[in-house]
């Protein structure tokens, strides 16, 4: 039946839709000045920070209060470096590197550049404690797999961010780190024995004055044995309100993923997630359209009238959702004094290399500085395969990643090294492509020349491993450079651990092979 009005604004005043293309659609700056909360954006919106910073100015000048939100975790999620990698690394690589004063600085320097683009929340850091090693959405996007670690390292990256204006989002509550499924395709089940270690970041990252949580789309049977944690009121309002005492904005994980839509569609489990005691629903990373965001608000206004969702509750929602607008619009723009620019480190942060002692050199940036200090060597012969004699040929053995993960975001190895050695070769395999006789007439064409194998989360894909055997076998003299999550580093004369495959991170593996670190 039509809803009034009011109650259609006051569902708009909780929905952060996504939206196709580099300018505000009609739709989008109509329902912006009718009162929506705000917009999700993705790699798909941004080409470069001059645009950014227009498209989030025309927003503006429809609502005031806009949140403009987006997943930039730095390293493999970025949206805005999608085009040529992350000048940062990923939270793995900070875990690593374990210096909290670093992990502060990149989150500020991080939340500098967000600022200046006008983005009010940055969906990050992932407070998820990776204690799975076969986890196929978390992996390097954790901090690491130790709770005390993740938990250091999530309030130091909050407190980074939030201190340039940009409100934090610890997520995915209550930790989707040990699973062993992608809730953008099912529903991931935590262990009862593992949610006090998962729970630990984000008690921290509360204790830091974390603005929002995005709730993660995942059953936890300790808690609530039927509703994924999006619907469940036990674990949103019972844990995380209640017993967290948890005070900002809740928001969804992207609503449209098949673990909380699947029974209840896109609306319904809208809807439920509000009534759960969510406050703000994000949507857009698959559905990007003016019908899915009217779906979206005219469920929510029905489940007020049909008595599932109390008035009472949408309109705290509302509230907490305008609170943390008014945060964001004053605390943009005066917040930036004192974070470091392009090439420069704050007061305090090692330089790179940590105890090497290096300094920064031209177009060094405090993201190259972090990824430096987290690369590792395992070396594994006598003899000096590092650093390389001459150009290499560079095999790059590349898997399919997860939705989360841009595929349009270049990284590896080969082409900055190219850039060292001029005359290296660089060739990439996918599955279908790592076929013996492509590796047969790889290892031809590296006859006589030093051999580099790339690969990411090796482990995790039989293809990778079989195609490193068969390398290895003919060239043990081989490098290793795992740029994911280094179960073994016994593979290769050398194995290099980057702990990430972030533009900086494939910079630092090359200047490592070439003896310039």
């Known amino acids: 039946?039509?809803?009034?009005?009011?109650?259609?604004?006051?569902?708009?005043?909780?929905?952060?839709?996504?939206?196709?293309?580099?300018?505000?659609?009609?739709?989008?700056?109509?329902?912006?000045?009718?009162?929506?909360?705000?917009?999700?954006?993705?790699?798909?919106?941004?080409?470069?920070?001059?645009?950014?910073?227009?498209?989030?100015?025309?927003?503006?000048?429809?609502?005031?209060?806009?949140?403009v939100g987006t997943d930039e975790e730095s390293g493999e999620v970025t949206?805005?470096?999608?085009?040529?990698?992350?000048?940062?690394?990923?939270?793995?690589?900070?875990?690593?590197?374990?210096?909290?004063?670093l992990t502060e600085a990149v989150a500020r320097d991080l939340g500098a550049d967000l600022a200046r683009a006008g983005i009010t929340i940055d969906f990050a850091p992932s407070a998820d404690v990776n204690a799975n090693p076969d986890n196929p959405v978390i992996g390097l996007r954790a901090f690491g797999s130790e709770p005390e670690l993740v938990a250091r390292h999530t309030r130091a990256f909050v407190r980074g961010l939030q201190a340039a204006g940009v409100a934090a989002c610890a997520k995915h509550f209550p930790g989707h780190g040990d699973t062993s499924v992608d809730s953008h395709h099912g529903v991931p089940v935590v262990a009862g024995d593992g949610v006090e270690d998962a729970l630990l970041p984000f008690r921290e990252a509360i204790k830091e004055g974390v603005r929002t949580v995005m709730t993660?789309?995942?059953?936890?049977?300790?808690?609530?044995?039927?509703?994924?944690?999006?619907?469940?009121?036990?674990?949103?309002?019972?844990?995380?309100?209640?017993?967290?005492?948890?005070?900002?904005?809740?928001?969804?994980?992207?609503?449209?993923?098949?673990?909380?839509?699947?029974?209840?569609?896109?609306g319904g489990a809208a809807a439920r997630a509000i009534a759960a005691g969510a406050d703000?629903?994000?949507?857009?990373?698959?559905?990007?359209?003016?019908?899915?965001?009217?779906?979206?608000?005219?469920?929510?206004?029905?489940?007020?009238?049909?008595?599932?969702?109390?008035?009472?509750?949408?309109?705290?929602?509302?509230?907490?959702?305008?609170?943390?607008?008014?945060?964001?619009?004053?605390?943009?723009?005066g917040s930036l004094d004192g974070v470091p620019g392009p090439g420069g480190s704050r007061d305090g942060v090692p330089g790179p290399g940590g105890?090497?002692?290096?300094?920064?050199?031209?177009?060094?940036?405090?993201?190259?500085?972090?990824?430096?200090?987290?690369?590792r060597v395992t070396r594994r012969s006598a003899a000096p395969v590092l650093p390389l004699s001459g150009p290499a040929s560079v095999v790059e053995l590349a898997p399919e990643m997860n939705l989360a993960i841009d595929k349009g975001t270049p990284w590896?190895?080969?082409?900055?090294?190219?850039?060292?050695?001029?005359?290296?070769?660089?060739?990439?395999?996918?599955?279908?492509?790592?076929?013996?006789?492509?590796l047969e007439r790889l290892l031809g064409e590296a006859i006589g020349r030093p051999l580099v194998v790339v690969v990411r989360d090796a482990h995790r894909y039989a293809w990778q491993?079989?195609?490193?055997?068969?390398?290895?076998?003919?060239?043990?003299?081989?490098?290793?450079?795992?740029?994911?999550?280094?179960?073994?580093?016994?593979?290769?004369?050398?194995?290099?651990?980057?702990?990430?495959?972030?533009?900086?991170?494939?910079?630092?593996?090359?200047e490592v092979l070439t003896g310039r670190l």
């Open 355 to 375: 105890s090497r002692g290096g300094v920064l050199g031209p177009g060094d940036g405090l993201g190259l500085v972090a990824a430096r200090r987290a690369v």
């Open 79 to 101: 949206r805005l470096e999608v085009a040529g990698g992350s000048s940062r690394p990923g939270a793995y690589a900070l875990g690593v590197v374990d210096d909290e004063a």
């Open 1 to 67: 039946m039509p809803q009034s009005g009011d109650l259609l604004r006051l569902a708009d005043a909780v929905l952060l839709p996504g939206f196709a293309g580099r300018t505000p659609p009609d739709w989008l700056r109509r329902r912006l000045g009718e009162g929506l909360a705000g917009v999700a954006l993705f790699s798909r919106n941004i080409a470069d920070p001059g645009q950014l910073a227009g498209l989030t100015a025309a927003l503006r000048a429809e609502n005031p209060l806009v949140l």
């Open 465 to 510: 491993g079989e195609a490193l055997r068969h390398l290895l076998s003919a060239r043990p003299d081989a490098v290793v450079v795992e740029m994911g999550l280094p179960a073994r580093a016994d593979l290769g004369a050398a194995h290099v651990s980057t702990y990430g495959s972030a533009r900086v991170c494939g910079q630092a593996a090359a």
């Open 216 to 266: 993660g789309h995942l059953l936890v049977p300790s808690y609530d044995a039927e509703l994924p944690a999006t619907l469940s009121p036990k674990l949103l309002t019972g844990l995380l309100r209640e017993e967290l005492g948890f005070d900002g904005v809740i928001v969804t994980d992207g609503i449209e993923m098949a673990a909380v839509s699947g029974a209840y569609g896109i």
């Open 412 to 438: 590896g190895v080969g082409e900055p090294l190219s850039r060292l050695l001029p005359g290296t070769t660089v060739a990439r395999l996918t599955a279908a492509e790592a076929t013996g006789a492509a």
């Open 280 to 333: 703000a629903i994000c949507v857009g990373g698959e559905r990007a359209d003016e019908a899915t965001a009217v779906e979206i608000r005219d469920a929510i206004a029905a489940a007020v009238s049909g008595g599932l969702l109390p008035e009472e509750r949408l309109a705290d929602a509302a509230r907490r959702v305008r609170e943390l607008a008014t945060w964001a619009a004053a605390s943009s723009g």
